[in-house]
């Protein structure tokens, strides 16, 4: 395991506000808040000492994500009182919604951004107009999209640790769950991944619990993707302490695990 792309920028990236995407029609980008209320994006397809943007935000950032926006994709950025789509290609603001409790969780679903905050869910077109609003019992910490009976459902979890299945604005299911939850990932139909505060993974396959599993340190990132290029999709997580292992989704095992010398944030 190696970088492809590496740069510095000699301030102290916030742990958990980070993201990729192609936010340039050049290529992947890297997206980092460098402070409370700045980011800073790294275009992957040029010199780092020629392009890179500062993103001003105003206030203080709480989520970062990307999503497709025409033929490249946006910087959805959630902070403390709003939600903004932000164009970095174009160094343009698409829209800023104010949202009194903040955001705390972002995930798009077919051109859709859902913003978690204080014991509700929110959804925005790409013109920042109120598409969608429900309510849950607490903070939401983490959202995805999944496939639950053959429909398109928002899962989501909250600081009450808790997490509901909504499909529309109706939760239809609900999961007690026994520590607060940093992360969840989709691995197929009725089949998720969940990653705790506490420092530990799951796998959930309907209403079971397939394994549990102890992660090396405070986990900051999960993500799934075919690593093994077997076509089948394994869990990526990356911890705190600069390691980063790669799980077999079947049942739990540890099939590459590196350690690469730097905190990861």
């Not at 590496?6 to 742990?15: D, G, L, S, T, V």
Request: glycine share 8%; proline share 2%; aromatic share 8%.
């Amino acid at each position: 395991m190696y970088p492809i792309a590496q740069y510095e920028f000699h301030e102290n990236a916030i742990p958990f506000l980070t993201t990729v995407g192609q936010f340039t029609i050049g290529g992947n980008c890297f997206a980092v808040a460098a402070s409370a209320k700045r980011i800073c994006v790294f275009d992957s397809s040029v010199d780092s000492e020629t392009k890179n943007t500062y993103i001003k935000v105003g206030q203080k950032i709480t989520c970062i994500t990307s999503c497709k926006y025409r033929d490249h994709e946006a910087l959805v950025i959630g902070a403390d009182n709003s939600v903004q789509l932000f164009d970095v290609d174009k160094n343009t603001q698409i829209f800023n919604t104010l949202i009194p409790d903040g955001a705390s969780a972002l995930c798009i679903v077919d051109s859709q951004i859902y913003v978690g905050s204080n014991c509700s869910i929110l959804g925005y077109d790409f013109s920042g107009e109120e598409t969608f609003w429900t309510v849950t019992g607490d903070i939401v910490s983490a959202m995805c999209e999944i496939v639950w009976d053959g429909q398109k459902c928002l899962l989501a979890a909250s600081n009450d640790q808790m997490i509901r299945l909504f499909n529309g604005e109706e939760a239809i299911r609900e999961r007690k769950v026994h520590s607060n939850v940093s992360f969840l990932a989709s691995l197929g139909p009725n089949k998720y991944a969940i990653s705790y505060e506490s420092g530990s993974v799951s796998l959930i396959d309907g209403v079971q619990k397939v394994w549990d599993i102890a992660a090396p340190g405070q986990i900051v990132g999960m993500q799934v993707a075919d690593y093994s290029g077997s076509g089948r999709k394994d869990i990526a997580i990356a911890t705190a302490e600069g390691n980063i292992n790669v799980v077999d989704v079947s049942n739990g095992n540890v099939t590459r695990s590196d350690d690469i010398g730097i905190r990861i944030s």
